[in-house]
C-alpha cells in the first residue's frame, strides 16, 4: 500500500459545506483518501456522514468547497459519470432494484463500461466468488433476499464497475453479527485487491479496525481525525463509539 503521507490524494475533500434550506448539514469538512488507503469516516446518526459522502457523489449539491478525484475537480460532474471515472458509491440502504435478479443487477453495475463480454463475465465470476451466496440465488429477485444478501449485492454490482475507489455508506446497518462479519471480510479483501476504500461507518470498533486512517464527524463538522489505530486507543473515542 502507499503511504498517505507520500502519495498524492486519490479522493480530495477540501471545505465542503451541505445545506437543506437553512439547516447546515456539514460544514467546512475536509478529507483525504490515497490510492490503496482505507478510510473510516465515523459518527453518530444524524452527524452528516452520509450528507458528506452524497455530496463527494454529486447527489447533493455543495454549498462550497471543493472535491477532487485523482487530481480532477468533479464538482461540474453528474453523479452517473463518477462510475466511469473510478468512484462508485454503495448507498446506505442498499438500494438494489427490487424486481431485478441478482445477476441482472450485477450487470447493471457495469454499465459504465465497453469491457469485452469475456472480460465482464470475468468480473462477474469474481464478484460470485467473493460471495457464493449470490451465486446460490443468480435468479432470485433481489427484493426476495434477506438484508445481508441485498448488502452483498450492492457491494458486487459496484464492483462490476471496477472502481478504483468505493465509498460505502454503513455496510453493517441492521444486519445480524454473523452477516457482518462476512460483509466486513469481504470489505477486507476488497481492500486487498488494492481497491481505495472510504468507509461510513456509526459501528465505530468495526471501521477503525480495518482502516488505515479515521474521521471523527460531529455536528456537522469533522472533529479529529488521524491513524486509525491510535484513535481506537483515545478515551475519546472510547467513550463515545467503543462502548
Known sequence: MISASTAPPLLSVRDVDVHYGQICAVRAASLEVAA?????????????????????????????????????????????ELPGLGLVQVPEGRRV???LTVMENLRLGAFCRTAPRKELEAELDAVLTLFPRLAERREQAAGTLSGGEQQMLAI?????????MLLLDEPSMGLAPRIIDVIYGAIAAIA????????????????????????VMEAGAITLSGP???LMDDERIRAAYLG
Not at 458486487?156 to 478504483?164: F, I, K, N
Open 192 to 215: 486487498a485487491r488494492g481497491v481505495s476504500l472510504l468507509i461510513v461507518e456509526q459501528n465505530a470498533f468495526l471501521a477503525l479496525e480495518l482502516a488505515q486512517r479515521a474521521y
Open 156 to 164: 458486487g454490482r459496484g464492483l462490476m464497475a471496477r472502481p478504483a
Open 97 to 99: 432494484f427490487g424486481r
Open 36 to 80: 490503496g488507503e482505507v478510510v473510516t469516516l465515523i459518527g453518530a446518526n444524524g452527524a452528516g456522514k452520509s450528507s458528506l459522502i452524497n455530496a463527494i457523489c454529486r447527489l447533493r449539491d455543495c454549498g462550497r468547497g471543493h472535491v477532487a478525484f485523482r487530481g480532477s475537480d468533479i464538482g461540474a460532474r453528474r453523479a452517473d
Open 228 to 230: 486509525a489505530a491510535a
